[in-house]
């Protein structure tokens, strides 16, 4: 198994950036492909961005095209999301997701706790 942890969120402007990291415990890190989901007030959970196992391919949900840039550090067990431009839209709680197999679809196996990004206009 895998514990993943979370951190980086907070309260941004508009036109803003911020950087999401989670971090997994355990020694196998490179067996997991990994992604963002994120759930904002009165909506389900929603495919953000994930990254497979050797980091060579990402995939990303339309509406963070261009915007949002997820990535690995195998030297620190973690992955992170880079978020730019930031829109009011993109308040939410983001969950960091691990799978052993890629895509990670709806329900991958393996959560964080999740942080709370929130961006005012």
């Known amino acids: 198994q895998v514990q993943l942890v979370e951190l980086g969120g907070g309260l941004v402007q508009a036109g803003g950036s911020l950087r999401l990291s989670c971090s997994a415990s355990g020694r196998t890190f490179g067996t997991y492909a990994m992604g963002w989901f994120r759930q904002a007030p009165g909506q389900e959970r929603e495919f953000v961005a994930d990254?497979?196992?050797?980091?060579?391919?990402?995939y990303y949900a339309d509406s963070v095209k261009g915007r949002f840039t997820i990535s690995r550090d195998y030297a620190k067990n973690t992955v992170y999301l880079q978020m730019n431009n930031l829109k009011p839209e993109d308040t939410a709680v983001y969950y960091c997701a691990a799978s052993t197999t890629w895509p990670l679809g709806a329900y991958p196996p393996y959560w964080g706790q999740g942080t709370q990004v929130t961006v005012s206009s």
């Open positions: 990254i497979t196992w050797s980091g060579g391919t990402t």
